[in-house]
């Protein structure tokens, strides 16, 4: 079966996709993964040699079961557009948004930088999506999917911070029937204000309005731009608040990281991962047993997820490194999973998450 569709490998796809302007590479890509569902014999394909289970990597968490440890970070599938076929990617679960209530159109372009020599990506999005009608009709004619969707929310641009509650409290209210779980966003660098939000005051009340609203469980994604002790702090605030996780962590401003680095917008990808991996760890240590953590932050092979997990993250997620190594990323962050926690006497992912606080 590998012979007549090794066209599809990803180094092929790749020197195709790199000679194209990033945003319209992403746009064919999409396109591409959206035709596959109408030819199910080729989404079957994929998901036969990329979707990896084992008894050693299953979990339930938030009442739900997870058949692998390795998502797709927000950002990718701003609309819910591609959640039928993110297993065939390999994905155990998937994270739509952010999603805001009015469809926006983002920041001007370019705003979606390849730093071909970091192995990284910058982005100044800015959320661009067609706003909360668009992903529900998405949500609604999917339906019952296999595998955990999350849904990322985030304010729109013209609403005020002072109005940014009001933002949230419509999207828990739309949403609250739909995915797995949901995710407060004010951790893009990219809408402007919208960091400051990672207060005490606001993580308090926009959980206080979330509880109220939904039973499914919400998580704080939050950015890498702080020293430890600040995030600790906030995290622990969330989890007062009743967050029932942490998403650690969005894009790094530290242009200091590159020479190539664009002055605006987001970094992600090969620079973030030690950033990330040090902000997570200062979390994990605090934070492992007491409420559900995930990592994400260029992660880029199974050393580095297995080392997440060890500092305390139940599930971890990829966007960047996609970008560069394709989906045969997640099969072998999956299958080296399974080895890693083998080598290491763990019979379950479980018995890993958290173990160098053991
Ligand atoms: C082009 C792009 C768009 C993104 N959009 C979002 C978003 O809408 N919401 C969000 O929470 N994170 C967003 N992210 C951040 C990713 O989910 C992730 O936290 C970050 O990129 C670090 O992971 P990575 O190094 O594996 O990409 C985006 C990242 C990229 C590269």
Request: charged share 25%.
């Amino acid at each position: 079966m590998e012979r007549p569709l090794s066209f599809f490998s990803y180094n092929t796809l790749k020197k195709i996709l790199f000679k194209l302007e990033p945003e319209t590479a992403h746009s064919v890509a999409g396109m591409a993964l959206k035709s596959v569902v109408y030819m199910p014999p080729i989404l079957n394909y994929f998901k036969r040699k990329n979707f990896i289970t084992h008894p050693s990597l299953k979990q339930t968490i938030f009442n739900t079961p997870f058949l692998n440890p390795v998502g797709l970070g927000a950002g990718f599938d701003k609309n819910g557009e591609y959640i039928n076929v993110m297993s065939m990617m390999g994905f155990g679960f998937t994270e739509i948004g952010t999603v805001t209530p009015k469809p926006q159109e983002g920041n001007p372009r370019p705003r979606l930088f390849r730093l071909i020599e970091d192995n990284s990506i910058q982005n100044a999005m800015g959320f661009n999506n067609y706003g909360n009608e668009y992903m529900l009709k998405k949500l609604i004619k999917v339906g019952n999917i296999d595998y955990p969707i999350g849904i990322n929310i985030g304010k729109n641009k013209l609403t005020s911070e002072e109005n940014a509650l009001d933002d949230y409290e419509m999207l828990f209210e739309v949403f609250k029937d739909f995915g797995n779980y949901m995710v407060i966003n004010i951790s893009s660098p990219n809408t402007v204000g919208l960091r400051d939000l990672q207060n005490e005051k606001f993580i308090n009340a926009v959980f206080k309005i979330g509880k109220r609203i939904t039973n499914k469980p919400i998580l704080l994604k939050i950015a890498p731009d702080m020293s430890p002790e600040d995030a600790i702090d906030l995290c622990k605030v969330a989890v007062e608040a009743g967050a029932d996780g942490i998403i650690a962590t969005n894009t790094t401003i530290d242009y200091s990281l590159t020479s190539n680095a664009k002055d605006f917008g987001g970094i992600s990808g090969a620079l973030l991962t030690d950033k990330s991996y040090q902000l997570f760890k200062a979390i994990g240590k605090e934070l492992y047993n007491k409420t559900t953590l995930i990592s994400v932050g260029g992660i880029d092979s199974p050393e580095e997820a297995y080392r997440r997990i060890k500092a305390g993250a139940s599930l971890v997620q990829v966007y960047s490194m996609l970008v560069y190594k394709g989906t045969d990323l997640i099969r072998e962050i999956n299958e080296g999973l399974i080895e890693l926690l083998k080598k290491d006497g763990y019979t379950t992912i479980t018995e890993a998450i958290g173990a160098d606080w053991k």
